[in-house]
């Protein structure tokens, strides 16, 4: 009987044991402090692997990178150099937006990528709104033509919390007039992570007009939210650490062809808030609501 058991465990921790000290490479193509601290502290959660970093100009191609290795994508052009061909270990993508990622790939979803997407998820943006604002009914929102596939999945997301879109292309940034209009019918802005509409030379128009109009703008990123938007939810270094360590005790083929990180927090621009008349925000309260708000939906 012991020795039944005994063959039992070891059946049901083999997939644990395979995993283990296993080849962790990560790859992109700035090679800085800040991408060897974020290696370094994936190493500290991960001690019985190997966790390295290598540039991408001293890789092989995909095909020839060892099989079992997995690998985590840290840029662009790590991706590019991924999609160079099918061959090779499947890839975790980090830092790629889903405007980035229909730029590159359409509809296409290769089997070989994971994509863990960088900016705040739809659904989660609006039940900010809805907690910060809740006398907020119409959404204003901004769109170029790389980011116009995401209004359905907005406005479907929009209706169960009671909440309208209003959309607004904007081909020409030297034209406020979209931007005027949505000030005007709207009561309240929520930015897109479209670098074409959001960009430091774009930041002074919008923050400056949605300020004249008292007018909050939610997102599109944290960093807007420190430039003078009212607030974002946001992941930061240790939540996707969180996400990955949880990601890389799966084998390759459990991982998600695409995935928003589940843990985050929100930033919230005090000085805006007094400004337009809205309550102080505290980050954890925000944080704590919007979660209850996803889980219940």
């Not at 033509?145 to 209706?159: G, I, K, M, P, T």
């Not at 938007?229 to 062809?257: H, I, Y």
Request: charged residues 20%; proline residues 9%.
């Amino acid at each position: 009987m012991r020795r039944l058991r005994r063959c039992l465990l070891l059946v049901l921790l083999w997939p644990l044991a395979s995993l283990a000290g296993g080849e962790i490479l990560l790859t992109g193509a700035q090679d800085n402090d800040s991408v060897h601290d974020f290696v370094e502290a994936l190493a500290a959660r991960r001690p019985a692997d190997t966790v390295r970093f290598i540039p991408i100009e001293q890789l092989p191609a995909p095909g020839q990178v060892k099989a079992g290795t997995r690998l985590i994508l840290l840029d662009l052009p790590a991706l590019d150099w991924r999609l160079r061909e099918p061959a090779g270990p499947p890839a975790l993508v980090l830092r790629i937006s889903r405007v980035q990622a229909y730029q590159r790939l359409g509809d296409l979803r290769p089997p070989y990528l994971s994509l863990l997407w960088s900016d705040p998820p739809l659904p989660r943006q609006l039940q900010l709104i809805r907690y910060l604002l809740p006398q907020a009914r119409r959404v204003g929102v901004l769109y170029s033509e790389h980011s116009r596939f995401l209004l359905d999945e907005l406005r479907h997301a929009a209706q169960p919390l009671g909440l309208e879109i209003d959309a607004q292309p904007w081909p020409d940034l030297k034209d406020n007039r979209p931007l005027q209009a949505l000030l005007r019918d709207t009561d309240v802005l929520l930015g897109l992570d479209d670098p074409q509409l959001y960009n430091p030379k774009t930041a002074k128009n919008l923050l400056l007009s949605s300020y004249a109009r008292q007018m909050a703008l939610i997102g599109p990123n944290a960093g807007f939210v420190r430039a003078g938007a009212l607030a974002s939810t946001f992941s930061d270094q240790n939540n996707w650490l969180a996400v990955l360590d949880r990601l890389l005790d799966k084998p390759a083929d459990q991982w998600p062809r695409m995935h928003y990180p589940e843990y985050f927090s929100v930033s919230g621009n005090q000085q805006v808030a007094r400004a337009l008349g809205v309550e102080a925000i505290d980050p954890d309260a925000a944080s704590q609501a919007v979660a209850a708000g996803e889980s219940t939906r």
